[in-house]
């Protein structure tokens, strides 16, 4: 059974995360209900390289599933799911991969961004993508508290309600803040992450830099292992998933 993958990006408003539930739309769902569409065969699992939740965006998820067909047409199967969900999800990439190729446990390592618009008046052209903050941050001193969490550590203290990973351990790659005009953009990459732990780097550096919190320091709050020590969970909406890296494949080969 020939196992594609592919590279999409989609709009996170529009669904209820990843995962399929009954009685809502997801992302999960509406993929394997286009699959079955198109190949007229049944589609399950379909996995992906990360479960993101309600609201949150992607510019380079990237899935795989298996098909009974000997010869898929890949470039098929791409632009009816771009068409059919034209405007909500998007096929970037499509290709056929070895057997043993799984999206999420093949991965080396991945990237997210989390957006924030800091200025006078809220987002109108860029509603729903960013978290709109009124009250002057400090990007500089953000972006100080933001190396902090580089390397391996426990990451207790921004981990999610309900994340069931085994160990609270990860490695931390990059981790930086960069200002775009009136955007503060908190860029991350790692092996892995906990459920809500970008969201909740992301409202930890807000809220250091609004003097919130009674630990000073990114560095403090992660060796206090301690969640009620880290600041707000950030709204899914300003995250977006930017790319996946995969063994064996160069910064040009990987998808990004």
Not at 64 to 82: G, I, K, W, Y
Not at 203 to 227: C, E, N, Q, Y
Not at 236 to 254: F, I, N, P, Q, T
Request: net charge positive; aromatic share 8%; hydrophobic share 40%.
């Amino acid at each position: 059974m020939p196992n594609v993958r592919l590279v999409i990006e989609y709009d996170g408003s529009h669904f209820h995360g990843w995962q399929m539930q009954p009685g809502v739309r997801t992302i999960e769902g509406e993929i394997e209900r286009v699959l079955e569409m198109v190949l007229r065969e049944k589609i399950h699992p379909v996995y992906a390289s990360g479960r993101t939740d309600a609201g949150v965006h992607a510019r380079g998820q990237v899935i795989n599933f298996f098909t009974s067909q000997e010869q898929p047409d890949v470039l098929r199967v791409a632009h009816s799911l771009s068409n059919i969900l034209r405007g909500q999800l998007s096929v970037l990439q499509a290709d056929i991969v070895p057997d043993d190729f799984n999206s999420r446990y093949s991965s080396v390592s991945k990237q997210y961004t989390y957006s924030i618009l800091n200025r006078l008046g809220p987002a109108v052209l860029d509603y729903g993508k960013v978290w709109y903050i009124g009250s002057k941050l400090d990007p500089q001193r953000m972006n100080e508290e933001a190396k902090a969490v580089i390397g391996e550590h426990d990451f207790t203290s921004f981990r999610g309600t309900g994340c069931n990973a085994k160990t609270p351990v990860k490695t931390i790659l990059e981790s930086e803040v960069l200002v775009d005009g009136p955007f503060i953009r908190y860029r991350v990459v790692g092996t892995g992450f906990l459920k809500h732990m970008v969201r909740n780097l992301a409202g930890t550096l807000v809220d250091l830099s609004r003097d919130f919190l009674s630990l000073k320091s990114m560095g403090a709050i992660l060796a206090a292992r301690d969640r009620k020590q880290a600041g707000v969970t950030a709204p899914a909406h300003g995250l977006c998933l930017d790319w996946v890296r995969y063994k064996d494949e160069s910064a040009a080969g990987a998808a990004r």
